[in-house]
């Protein structure tokens, strides 16, 4: 069975930083380009970046570059995202999914991630 | 890094059809056959419910379909069930390796 597992998630100030971690099992982590993805409080789905098998590939969304980094360890089967600057609009859950041609076939469930003083 | 266009709400009767519309560009959906659905019920993940434009995976019933005309893709959900009732989010890639979602279209089952 194919399982993400996201965690990391809470209240942070504007400003500040947060790491997200999303655990993978069920599949071969190694072998598929995986993405994150946020849905603000209310709002829709928006695509915040991707990563290649080898780690080295990545796209991000324009709000997110220079202050997002994703990165994973495929000996840990984990994928990560380290959030720094943060803002008031990246409050938001954050899901991690695995990107198979342009389709996410296979989702987290999220973890919040609240910016605020 | 443009959002597609969709309508914010649907509704129908048990049993009825709805269609759902994607509007995006030529640097999207027009550009490629990578068009995907979801649907999100409150509180959970989206789920995959059609892609590369009427592609179903295993599980989703064939009352989900999809398909694409010029810059434009759309979802049809033909006999509308009470579970049905649910948020939808198209999405396509966009170049680049980038992925554009639309801004969801809430469905009511009437």
């Known amino acids: 069975e194919v399982q993400l597992v996201e965690s990391g998630g809470g209240l942070v100030q504007p400003g500040g930083s947060l790491s997200l971690s999303c655990a993978v099992s069920g599949f071969t982590f190694s072998g598929d380009w995986m993405t994150w993805v946020r849905q603000a409080p209310g709002k829709g789905l928006e695509w915040v970046g991707n990563?290649?098998?080898?780690?080295?590939?990545?796209d991000y969304l324009d709000s997110v570059k220079g202050r997002f980094t994703i990165s994973r360890d495929n000996a840990k089967n984990s994928l990560y995202l380290q959030m720094n600057s943060l803002r008031a609009e990246d409050t938001a859950v954050y899901y991690c999914a695995r990107w198979i041609w342009g389709r996410l076939d296979s989702w987290g469930q999220g973890t919040l991630v609240t910016v605020s003083s | 890094q443009s959002a597609l266009t969709q309508p914010p709400s649907a509704s129908g009767s048990p049993g009825q059809s709805v269609t759902i519309s994607c509007t995006g560009t030529?640097?999207?959906?027009?550009?490629?056959?990578?068009v995907s659905w979801y649907q999100q019920h409150p509180g959970k993940a989206p789920k995959l419910m059609i892609y590369e434009v009427n592609k179903r995976p295993s599980g989703v019933p064939d009352r989900f379909s999809g398909s694409k005309s010029g810059n434009t893709a759309s979802l049809t959900v033909s006999g509308l069930q009470a579970e049905d009732e649910a948020d939808y989010y198209c999405s396509s890639y966009a170049g680049s390796n980038n992925l554009a979602f639309g801004g969801g279209t809430k469905v009511t089952v009437l």
């Open positions: 990563i290649k098998q080898d780690g080295i590939d990545k």
């Open positions: 030529s640097s999207d959906v027009g550009g490629y056959n990578y």
